[in-house]
């Protein structure tokens, strides 16, 4: 164990959950398939910790939902046709069986289906299984935000502490930004990224232009319009004061 890590660390309460590798990740990260897969589980388990991680199709694994495979019958439609399945399953370097969720999606004009498999432990139905694993996406994008709009890891100082009031500075400064674009920031917009806000909203690109008797001030195509501004005033003057 760390240094770092205190006993008042390792006693805290909490509920920790883990999603983990992508499928490129897992059929091109060889000591990923070699290591990680055998020890990560055990570990996991020991501690208590839910998890669902990919792992890469096999023989023996598209032989467990080999009913799933075949295309359905008949024309399909636009919308894809989805099946889950959940088996035990014991690959040669596990010591004992672990629940499989199997994903099988047949799309219209594709001759083989989609197939994803997820080992977990998370006693969850197959469907939340699947939904919880690809909030990956979700999560990486948030840290993509953090790394790009408030440079959350800019940590270049020689002292540990100075590295971390950096950081504090930084996760507070998304937070706000997050405030900002969840309860304020119009419909139309509230689903852009904090790098787009900021270029759009706050660091808008501008010219100033001299002529003889005036002044042209040329703004990005994408700046703060009046109309977005007092919208956006409008909604942080309705927001509930805080109470006590």
Same mark, same amino acid.
């Given at each position: 164990m760390s240094d770092k890590i205190k006993p008042p660390h390792v006693e805290r309460k909490a509920i920790l959950y883990v999603r983990q590798s992508s499928a490129y990740h897992v059929q091109n990260n060889l000591a990923s398939q070699k290591l990680q897969y055998v020890m990560l589980y055990e570990a996991l388990e020991e501690r208590g910790v839910s998890y669902a991680i990919?792992?890469?199709?096999?023989?023996?694994?598209?032989?467990?939902?080999?009913?799933?495979?075949?295309?359905?019958? &008949?024309?399909?439609?636009?919308?894809?046709?989805?099946?889950?399945k959940s088996f035990l399953y014991q690959a040669a370097s596990w010591k004992r069986p672990r629940r499989v969720v199997a994903k099988v999606e047949h799309h219209q004009?594709?001759?083989f289906p989609r197939v994803g498999f997820i080992v977990r432990n998370l006693s969850l139905p197959s469907r939340a299984v699947?939904?919880?694993?690809?909030?990956?996406?979700?999560?990486?994008?948030?840290?993509?935000?953090?790394?790009?709009?408030?440079?959350?890891?800019?940590?270049?100082c020689h002292r540990f502490r100075a590295n971390e009031v950096r950081l504090q500075l930084s996760v507070l400064a998304y937070n706000l930004g997050n405030l900002w674009?969840?309860?304020?920031?119009?419909?139309?917009?509230?689903?852009?990224?904090?790098?787009?806000?900021?270029?759009?909203?706050?660091?808008? &690109? &501008?010219?100033?232009v001299k002529h003889a008797r005036y002044y042209w001030l040329l703004l990005a195509e994408g700046h703060l319009t009046r109309r977005v501004f007092a919208a956006i005033l409008r909604r942080i003057w309705a927001l509930p004061l805080p109470v006590g």
């Open positions: 990919r792992i890469p199709a096999n023989e023996n694994l598209e032989r467990d939902i080999a009913e799933l495979l075949p295309r359905p019958v &008949g024309r399909s439609g636009l919308k894809p046709l989805v099946e889950y004009g594709e001759l699947v939904r919880f694993y690809n909030k990956r996406g979700t999560a990486e994008q948030w840290i993509k935000e953090g790394k790009q709009a408030v440079k959350m890891t800019w940590l270049s674009r969840r309860l304020v920031l119009p419909k139309r917009i509230d689903h852009c990224s904090l790098t787009s806000l900021q270029q759009r909203l706050v660091k808008t &690109g &501008g010219r100033l």
